[in-house]
Every structure is written in structure tokens, then in C-alpha cells.
């Protein structure tokens, strides 16, 4: 068998919150690193949630890397000082956010035209920390894969610890599919370690990913970990768990997910059931139509429990 890769968690803003990485690391695991969403400047500000999401408390046996997103070196810095406060000592910044909002404001992905700015913001960030290891999660370009490679020769003179990329173009957003020949002309011209990352959903792709791609030095999965939780154990181990132990492991997972978040949602039923519901927006997309229909038409937690029971009963 050829050697495994690591397996990252992708960041998914408003998923992969600290609750969830914790429940996913204890239940499930098979992850060797978890990304936070990303932290951002909003009106001067770093939002308090933001802050409470990276004290060590709220991410015990979780490794995790914080993620920021920044325009320009006031920002970065106003970020960098929370992780290092918070005793990170890893960050990875984010060049691939596609969203219009943040983009048209050189964020993410919106920034990957003005390599100046690109040079700016990572040259600053690694000689004014030289003892954080950066790396960074990006897509192809904006508007075309040429901004990527326009950027490699810097990239590849910066001391980072890797590169995450997702091949698909900020103005693609998540449509379209992946463009592998465009990854593989980012992946020969490379020297830092370098991660795939995008629509892998099975054991299967992920093998096929790593054997088109030999170099790799890991993959990192979002959408797909959303699905089947257990994805990334299920590549270590060789082969899936047994429908016993997924069922109990979802059964685990689900209570442990409604409980804490219980506690920390202080706007009653509704919002809770609210949080739940965008759990199943990714999660078993395959399982039974009816039962995940009667969860997403749930009003009250008692028919809500009724339907995940249905659901995952096995
Ligand atoms: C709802 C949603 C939220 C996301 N939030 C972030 C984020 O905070 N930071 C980031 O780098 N990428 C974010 N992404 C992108 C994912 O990390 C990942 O790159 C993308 O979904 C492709 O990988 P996948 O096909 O394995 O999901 C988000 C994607 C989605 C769908």
C-alpha cells in the first residue's frame, strides 16, 4: 500500500467551529490538523466569537492552525497579535476566499491579481514573526490560473511551512469542476510542500488524487469530512467502518454536537435547532430522503429528536 498522507481539515466558516473540531477529533479523528475559519478585521474589530473559537479551553486534543484573511499589514498584525497571545505558533493565511463582499476588497482570492500586494502582506508577515511557521491556502487565481504561477517564484523564496491549494478560480466560487492540469502546472514549479485541496468526497479520490499528484506532502478535505465524518479515518484504516460502528460513532457524534451546543447557544430552541439543521446541510447527504426532509421541516426539538432518531437509527 502506498504510504498515507496527511489529512487535513479543511476550514468551513460557520461548520467547523470549536465544538465541532473537538466532537470530530474526540469521535472520529484520523486528522492531523485543523484549521480554523478565518479570523478577520470587521470595523476595527476582532469579533468576540472569533476569539472565544481559539482559546486553548475550547480546543483541547484538537491541533490546530488559526486562519487569518487580510487586505493589507495593519490587519494582519492586529490578528497576528490574538494568535500569538492565544500561544499559536502556526498560522496560515488565507489567499482563496471567493467571497464577492470580501474579494472586491483584495481579500482571499481577490487579492491573488496584485502580486505586490501578495509580496507585501507575506513578506511582512514572515520577517515580523519569524517564529510562526506561515503557510498559506489559495486558489488558482481570479480570474485566471496564470495568477498563480505568476506568484510561484515568490512563494517558492518564502520560508513557509506549506501551501494549500484549491484549484478552482475565485470568480468560479464552488461551481465548475477542478482544474487538475492547472494543479499539476502549480505542483512542477513548487518547492514548498504543497497540500490538494477541493471535492474529494471518498476514500477512492483521495487515493486517486495522491497518485496522480506523488509529491504531495498532504490533502486537506472540507465538504467531504462534512459528509462522512469518518472519511479520514476510513483512508487510515484501509478500509470503511463497519455500518455498527458508523452508526454508533454518528449516534455519538450527533449528541455530543446538540449538547454542546446546547450549553453554548443562549438563544433558546430555536437556535439550536437552527445550528443542527446547518449540521445536516452537509452531513449523510445520501441517507434516506424522507428523514432528512422531516429533520430540515422540524419547528420544535421534539420532532427534531424524533426525525434524527429515525434517521440515524441504523
Ligand atoms: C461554507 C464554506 C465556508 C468556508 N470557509 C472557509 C474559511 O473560513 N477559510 C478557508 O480557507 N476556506 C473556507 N472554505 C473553503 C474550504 O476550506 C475548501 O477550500 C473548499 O470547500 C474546497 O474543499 P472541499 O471541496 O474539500 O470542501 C469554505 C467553504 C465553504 C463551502
Known sequence: MPDLLPIHFAP????????YRQAHARIFGGIDTYYTPFVRVEHGEIRRKDIRELEPENNRNVPLVPQLIAPDTEKLEQIMSLFIAKGFTCADINLGCPFPLLAKRHNGSGMLPYPDEV????????SRYPQIRFSVKMRLGWENPEESLALLPLLNELPLSHIILHPRLGKQQY???VDLAAFEAFYDGCRHPL???????TVADIRSVALRFPRLAGIVIGRGLLANPALAA???QGEPL???EKGEKLRRFHAELFSQYGNLLQGGDLQLLNKMKTVWEYLLPNADRKARKAIHKATR?????TAVNQLLRG
Request: proline share 0%; charged share 25%.
Open 195 to 201: 497540500f490538494y485541496n477541493g471535492d474529494l468526497l
Open 242 to 244: 463497519s455500518a455498527d
Open 119 to 126: 509580496r507585501q502582506l507575506l513578506e511582512f508577515a514572515v
Open 234 to 236: 476510513e483512508y487510515r
Open 175 to 177: 461551481k465548475g469542476s
Open 301 to 305: 426539538l421534539d420532532t427534531y429528536q
Open 12 to 19: 468551513l466558516q460557520g461548520y467547523t467551529d470549536a465544538v
